[in-house]
């Protein structure tokens, strides 16, 4: 009997505590529960997309400013590497001359002593001495005259190549970080989108497939360009719609926002700067009432945006990554003024 009753305490013992560990179970399932972050809903990561794109599209204008300056710098410094070869080589001939003067009067009796300013290599100072130049005729102090200059120039040359090469590679960093600075955006958007379950991420891409069709079937009105040329450069633009926007590119397959611009003047005729920022003072400033089709459009209050106005207060741009080149209200974004090329 004494053994019954304490088999039955046993199995209150272990309900009790069977009752405690369900009980702790269930609080630590409900703070665990509390503590767990409510996942982002899919508007809230396109907003937060959305912007990181209108971010590495700034750095995007930026990367294509460097660039730009890139390219002049090297064409800059190639002109004058040309220069000094060229001088130095025609300074050579002359010293060559002189130096078979010097051997002629060797051979017959010795050296001038005047003459050996022709082996110095500091012939501008023996100029300075009016005495010497006694002793010389006057084509050899022409000569001499020449090789100054000659060294004067050259050296000035050299002097300006440094000062470009130092600035070149200046900018050549410059690039580079900007180009860090879009990618790290890109990066965090992928990121973001990464998050999104498969049918969002879809869904999302299904709401960009219906903008491109809607850019297909866009009413731009009667308005006529302000020029032949607007005219030429907006039918240019229009031959890429579908074309991908990519960071940095001028075309042919894909663009940017400003190099779409840029290249649609230029197969007008006309060259414009690579920047949106370099081409909103590139021409007459515009209100939004007096835009004609093919008039460049500044959206952002930094100017970082650039598209053609297509009539009917549409857009034709190439609005960011993951879209293509299309027709969008101008309401879309905040507008700056127009452009009148």
């Keep these: 009997m004494a053994s019954h009753r304490r088999s039955k305490q046993a199995s209150r013992t272990r309900v009790t505590v069977l009752t405690a560990t369900a009980a702790a179970a269930v609080a630590l399932s409900s703070q665990a529960a509390q503590a767990a972050p409510a996942k982002p809903s899919v508007k809230s990561v396109k907003a937060q997309v959305d912007a990181l794109y209108e971010q590495a599209e700034q750095a995007t204008e930026k990367f294509n400013g460097a660039k730009e300056k890139q390219e002049k710098l090297q064409k800059q410094v190639e002109n ?28 017959s009796g010795g050296i001038d002593p005047s003459l050996q300013l022709f082996l110095s290599s500091d012939p501008e100072s023996f100029l300075e001495q009016a005495s010497a130049l006694d002793q010389l ?98 039918a240019a633009a229009r031959t890429k719609l579908g074309a991908p926007y990519v960071y940095g590119a001028t ?17 007008a005729g006309a060259s414009i700067p690579r920047t949106s920022q370099s081409q909103a003072y590139a021409g007459t400033r515009l209100s939004m009432s007096q835009l004609k089709p093919g008039d460049l459009v500044i959206f952002y209050g930094d100017l970082h945006h650039v598209g053609l106005y297509a009539g009917n207060g549409q857009v034709l741009h190439a609005p960011r990554t993951g879209t293509v ?15 009148r090329i």
């Design 325 to 339: 080149v299309r027709f969008e209200s101008i309401n879309n974004m905040p507008f700056q003024f127009g452009v």
């Design 80 to 107: 004058l590497q040309d220069e000094v070869a060229r001088e130095q080589s025609e300074l050579n001939d002359l010293q060559d001359d002189l130096g078979t003067l010097a051997s002629a009067q060797y051979r």
């Design 251 to 267: 075309g042919p397959s894909s663009y940017d926002c400003s190099g779409l611009t840029s290249w649609a003047y230029a197969q």
């Design 137 to 234: 005729s006057t084509k050899q102090t022409e000569a001499l005259k020449q090789i100054a200059e000659k060294k004067r120039t050259l050296n000035q040359q050299k002097a300006e190549a440094a000062g470009k090469l130092a600035e070149l590679d200046e900018t050549r960093a410059e690039l580079g970080k900007k180009k860090k600075e879009v990618q790290a955006k890109l990066a965090k958007a992928r990121q973001l989108l990464n998050t999104l379950t498969a049918a969002q991420r879809a869904a999302l891409a299904a709401a960009e497939n219906r903008a491109n069709r809607a850019s297909q079937r866009v009413d731009l009105g009667n308005d006529a360009p302000a020029s032949g040329l607007a005219a030429a450069a907006l």
